[in-house]
């Protein structure tokens, strides 16, 4: 299972100000985007998730300059999430830099605009899904009542959607909902966020979870990312 630390990036600096030798007294703080990247990087993440929470807002990227900024800092490649609401977008994440992006749950219920962002973008295409119960069940759908996560999946997947990021609510993962998930063999899933300790990783990991996004747990150093990443790959 992958380790993927995530960046949330508002008006071109990170939400979160990194000091990776906060513990030692060594180095300095920063929130630059491409510097954090690098540092994950440099301990072996194969992958930076980059959320662009001003593009979330305003229904596009936003913060096109940090993008660029990461994308010509590391040789990994750079999943995009925030703003991603159709194929405009998906080019302009592109254009700047990204390699793979996000499109919110919303495109479930717009198979239109899933068409023709899947044109642009193919495999490198993810969905995010929230599958807590009661975000689910809340989600203002435009088909009159929740579908089911196994019948949604379905159809994300008839669609040509091969990747899905979803966030599985909290630290004490339903192992169950995601081996059902991931035992279908026709979307990679990546979970997004709660996890704060190992065994968690591990439970993804045996869950079949293919990658593991984590943002704040790496970045206040809750979680050590060489340690979590000897979690995920060691056999169960």
Known sequence: MQLIPSIDVESGRSRIVFWPGAATGTGAPTDRPERIARHFVELGAP?????????????????????????????????????????????????AGATRVVMPQAVADQPEVLREALAVAGDWLAVGLDLRDDRWTEFPWRRGEPPTITGLVGELSDAGVRRLVVTH?????????????????????????????????????????????LGEAFLSGRLDYSEAAAAAAAAA
């Open 47 to 95: 992958l930076i998730h980059l959320v662009d929470l001003d593009g979330a807002r305003l229904g596009r990227p936003a913060n096109l300059d940090a993008m660029a900024a990461v994308a010509a800092e590391v040789a990994v490649p750079l999943q995009v999430a925030g703003g991603i609401d159709g194929a405009d977008q998906v080019r302009l994440a592109f254009a």
């Open 169 to 213: 609510g909290g630290s004490e993962p339903d192992g169950a909902v995601l081996r059902t998930l991931t035992d279908r063999g026709d979307v990679e899933l990546l979970v997004a966020g709660g996890v704060v300790d190992l065994p968690a990783v591990r439970r993804l990991r045996e869950a079949g979870v293919r990658g593991l996004i």
